[in-house]
């Protein structure tokens, strides 16, 4: 069982920087395959980036690469969302998700239901 909980989400200008912080509490973290969503008001949640258990492999969509970088500490049972360059269209509540491993999970990685424990999100404002 992990409880993830994220921080660092705020209200910055377009342009401006964020780091997103998420903790697990769990024993076992660094067996979990490690995800950012993000959902913003009227639209479906979205995926945003998935990293492997080691943090080796990390898969972002399209339009976030080269602008955000999602690491993770398995020391600390926390995994990170640096967010430059941010836009008015990256505003959301993002989420930080824990999923089992499996062979071939990248296929699902933008999957929400394929995640089994969820943070309760931290909100992210991008003025223009």
């Known amino acids: 069982q992990e409880q993830l909980v994220e921080s660092g989400g705020g209200l910055v200008q377009a342009g401006g920087s964020l780091r997103l912080s998420c903790a697990a509490s769990g024993h076992t973290f660094s067996n979990y395959v490690m995800g950012w969503f993000r959902q913003a008001p009227g639209k479906e949640r979205e995926f945003v980036a998935a990293?492997?258990?080691?943090?080796?492999?990390?898969y972002y969509t399209d339009s976030v690469k080269g602008r955000f970088t999602f690491s993770r500490d398995n020391a600390k049972n926390t995994v990170y969302l640096q967010m430059n360059s941010l836009k008015p269209e990256d505003t959301a509540v993002y989420y930080c998700?824990?999923?089992?491993?499996?062979?071939?999970?990248?296929?699902?990685?933008?999957?929400?239901?394929?995640?089994?424990?969820w943070g309760q999100g931290t909100q992210v404002t991008v003025s223009s």
């Open positions: 990293t492997t258990r080691s943090g080796g492999n990390t």
């Open positions: 998700a824990a999923r089992t491993y499996e062979s071939a999970w990248y296929l699902t990685r933008d999957v929400p239901r394929k995640y089994d424990y």
